[in-house]
C-alpha cells in the first residue's frame, strides 16, 4: 500500500508530498519526494491567513488550502508510476493555541489546519486521512508535535544503550525529538517545540520587502550579533516552560519582537534573530546533550548555511556531530512528509499516533479522520 504524505508548514511556502510504501511485516519504504511551491500571489495571502484572518478568510481559506493540495497532486503524479492508494494531509496551520483558557468557566484550547479532507477527496479521487492533531487535544494534549512517532521509526535504528539522538525540525518555528537507546529498543524520550526556526527571520525579510527569506543566510553572515538584544530576546518566558509544550508562529512573531530591535542595522537585526534560534534551540536541548552523540537536522533550515554553520560550530564544542536528515535517507524536505505518510498508515492500522511525553495526552489515541468523496 502507497500513502502520499502532504505536508505544508508553519513557513507557509509550498506542500511537500512524500510517498512511501508500506508492508505487512510494519516495514516501510521511502518512494519518492516532491515540492509544489506556492506563487507569490498565493503566499502572500496564506501569510495573510496566518496572521490576520478573519471568519470570512478562514472558511473561505479551507477550501482555498484544499484546491492548493489537490493542485499539488496534480502536480506530484505527472509522469510518476507510484502512485498513492491514501493520501494523508496535514494542512495548514493558522493557529495553535494549545494553552488552556478560560471562556464563561469553560476550559478550552484548540488548534487550526486548514483543510476540507472531502473536497480534497472529490477533486483528487483518492481516501484523504486528515484532521491529525484534534484527537490527541481532545484527551488534554497540545496537538503537538506529532512527528515523534514516525521519527522513531524512521532514525530509531541502531542506537547504543542510553546515548541520545536529537532530530531537529528547523522550519518556521523550531521542534525536537530526542530519541533515547535501550537494551530493549529505542524510545521517545521526549519532544517539543524549542521556540522560532526561519519564521522571524522569515517575516522581517518580508516586512523590509526583501523576499520570502534570507537564502543560505547571506544577509545574516554579514550582520554582527547585539548580544544585550539577544538576551532580552532569549528571556522569553516560553523558554521557562518545561516539556511537553509547543507554540506557533502567531506567538513567535515579528510583532512582538520589533521594538526590540530598533536602531540596529538590518544585517545586525537578521544576525540576531538568527542567533535567537540558535541559542533557544541550544539551550532547550542542553540537559540531553552529554549523552548525544548526533543532531539530524531536516526542514528548510538545513538549507541555511550560515544558521547550520552556527549551530554545527557550538555543538562542536559538546563533541556532537551535526548532519542532515538526508544522510539518513530522508531527504531535508520530506520529514515532515514522510511523518503524515507514518501516521496515515497508523490510522489505517488502528494504532495510536501519539506520544504521550511529547503532546502531553492523558492517553495514546488512534489520530485523524477519513474522508472519501468521489
Same mark, same amino acid.
Given at each position: ?17 512524500? %510517498? ?12 519518492? #519526494? ?7 500571489? @498565493?503566499?502572500? !495571502? ?8 478573519? %471568519? ?15 493542485? %499539488? ?5 505527472? +509522469? ?9 494531509? #496535514? ?5 495553535? #493555541? ?23 477527496? #472529490? ?18 494534549? @497540545?496537538?503537538? =508535535? ?37 537494551? +530493549? ?17 522569515? &517575516? ?7 523576499? !520570502? ?5 547571506? *544577509? %545574516?553572515? @554579514? ?13 522569553? =518566558?516560553?523558554?521557562?516552560? @518545561? =516539556? ?11 510583532? !512582538?519582537? *520589533? ?21 533557544? /534551540? ?10 548525544? &552523540?548526533?543532531? /539530524? ?21 559538546? +563533541? ?9 535517507? *530522508? ?44
Amino acid at each position: 500500500m502507497i500513502i502520499l504524505g502532504l505536508m505544508s508548514g508553519t513557513s507557509g511556502d509550498g506542500i511537500d508530498g512524500v %510517498a512511501a510504501e508500506f508492508f505487512n511485516n510494519d516495514s516501510f519504504k521511502f518512494l519518492w #519526494h516532491k515540492s509544489y511551491k506556492f506563487s507569490d500571489k @498565493q503566499f502572500t !495571502r496564506i501569510q495573510r491567513l496566518i496572521k490576520s484572518a478573519n %471568519a470570512e478568510s478562514v472558511t473561505l481559506g479551507n477550501a482555498y488550502i484544499s484546491r492548493l493540495y489537490a493542485e %499539488a497532486c496534480s502536480y506530484f503524479f505527472t +509522469n510518476e508510476q507510484a502512485l498513492p492508494d491514501y493520501l494523508a494531509a #496535514h494542512g495548514q496551520t493558522v493557529f495553535h #493555541h494549545p494553552n488552556v483558557a478560560i471562556w464563561d468557566e469553560f476550559k478550552v484550547s484548540g488548534t487550526l489546519q486548514l483543510l476540507d479532507g472531502f473536497l480534497l477527496s #472529490h477533486l483528487t479521487k483518492l481516501p484523504v486521512i486528515y484532521n491529525f492533531r484534534q484527537a490527541d487535544m481532545a484527551v488534554g494534549g @497540545q496537538g503537538a =508535535p506529532l512527528v515523534p512517532y514516525a521519527d522513531l521509526k524512521m532514525f530509531g535504528g541502531n542506537l547504543e544503550n542510553k546515548k541520545y539522538r536529537i532530530i531537529l525540525n528547523l522550519g518556521g518555528i523550531a521542534n525536537v525529538t530526542i530519541l533515547q537507546g535501550s537494551a +530493549n529498543g529505542s524510545a521517545v524520550k521526549c519532544a517539543f517545540d524549542t521556540g522560532p526556526g526561519n519564521g522571524l527571520m522569515d &517575516d522581517y525579510i518580508q516586512l523590509n520587502n526583501l523576499g !520570502r527569506f534570507d537564502e543560505l543566510g547571506k *544577509i %545574516a553572515s @554579514q550582520g554582527k550579533t547585539i548580544d544585550d538584544v539577544l538576551k532580552l530576546l532569549l528571556a522569553d =518566558p516560553y523558554f521557562e516552560q @518545561q =516539556p511537553p509544550k509547543s507554540t506557533g508562529r502567531e506567538y513567535f512573531s515579528v510583532g !512582538r519582537v *520589533i521594538d526590540k530591535l530598533q536602531g540596529l542595522s538590518f544585517a545586525d537585526s537578521m544576525s540576531t534573530l538568527m542567533d535567537f534560534t540558535v541559542e533557544s /534551540i541550544l539551550n532547550a536541548i542542553k540537559p540531553s546533550i552529554f549523552n548525544t &552523540d548526533e543532531l /539530524i537536522v531536516a526542514g528548510g533550515g538545513a538549507f541555511n548555511l550560515e544558521l547550520l554553520g552556527r549551530l554545527r560550530k557550538k555543538c562542536l564544542l559538546s +563533541n556532537i556531530a551535526v548532519k542532515t536528515s538526508a544522510e539518513h535517507g *530522508i531527504p531535508v524536505m520530506a520529514r515532515e512528509g514522510m511523518a503524515f505518510s507514518i501516521l496515515g498508515n497508523a490510522f489505517l492500522n488502528k494504532e495510536p499516533g501519539n506520544v504521550l511525553s511529547a503532546t502531553g495526552a492523558d492517553k495514546l489515541v488512534v489520530l485523524g479522520s477519513l474522508a472519501t468523496v468521489y
